[in-house]
């Protein structure tokens, strides 16, 4: 059985920038939509008691699971993306999230206008990311309609809804003006927290690798 997760703040606490009139329809509509549909489809299946992000996993690409993955997808996308923003967010990382940013696109400067783009020209519904690969090289990655990138591959930092119902209500077809009020409520804290559990896995990773390396030569476990 799958839940509506509750927001981590008040609905109206993303204004000016996202209306409350907005988070009712996209948080208490939508995505509510989304969970309901799901839990109706993977009644009685294998799904049916997997975490989220494990139905998201095991049904991508398999045809048979079309609806289950679209509503599963988008049902975690939601929850997500309601985590990457906070009431007076915004600014600028730090830390070592800060430090590859200007290493992978160059600036912080940059890179904003690189994702400002990327949300700005997804065709029709979707999403545009920020993600990081298994060694921390970050990029920027967009995804069609529920469509969620690989996240055996990948691991999502933030991301931004660029659906018609995240915005209509207030700016109508203004998507740049949206994208623009949104870089003000990115959760920064929580993004730099998210790179940091990619740097500790590939740390983690290095030293299981060593581990390995030592056991083949030596024919026993490192001390």
């Given at each position: 059985m799958f839940y509506l997760p509750p927001l981590p703040y008040p609905m109206n606490a993303l204004e000016p920038y996202i209306s409350e009139k907005t988070m009712e329809f996209h948080y208490g509509k939508h995505h509510k939509a989304y969970v309901d549909n799901l839990n109706k489809l993977v009644k009685d299946t294998e799904f049916e008691n997997?975490?989220?992000?494990?139905?998201?996993?095991?049904?991508?690409?398999?045809?048979?699971?079309?609806?289950?993955?679209?509503?599963?997808?988008?049902?975690?996308?939601?929850?997500?993306?309601?985590?990457?923003?906070?009431?007076?967010?915004?600014?600028?990382?730090?830390?070592?999230?800060?430090?590859?940013?200007?290493?992978?696109?160059?600036?912080?400067?940059n890179f904003r206008s690189e994702f400002k783009t990327a949300a700005t020209t997804q065709f029709g519904s979707g999403w545009a990311w920020l993600v990081s690969d298994q060694d921390g090289t970050l990029m920027i990655l967009t995804t069609a309609n529920q469509d969620v990138p690989d996240l055996k591959l990948y691991t999502p930092i933030f991301l931004i809804d660029v659906w018609e119902h995240a915005y209509y209500l207030q700016y109508q077809n203004r998507r740049p003006d949206y994208v623009q009020g949104w870089h003000k409520l990115i959760h920064w804290k929580k993004a730099e927290r998210r790179y940091e559990q990619v740097l500790c896995r590939r740390e983690r990773g290095n030293e299981n690798g060593e581990q390995t390396d030592h056991k083949k030569r030596t024919g026993r476990d490192r001390l």
């Open positions: 997997m975490p989220l992000e494990e139905v998201v996993k095991n049904t991508a690409g398999r045809k048979e699971f079309t609806g289950i993955f679209n509503n599963a997808a988008q049902a975690w996308n939601h929850a997500f993306f309601w985590n990457c923003m906070q009431k007076d967010g915004g600014g600028e990382p730090s830390g070592e999230l800060k430090k590859k940013i200007e290493r992978d696109f160059g600036s912080y400067e």
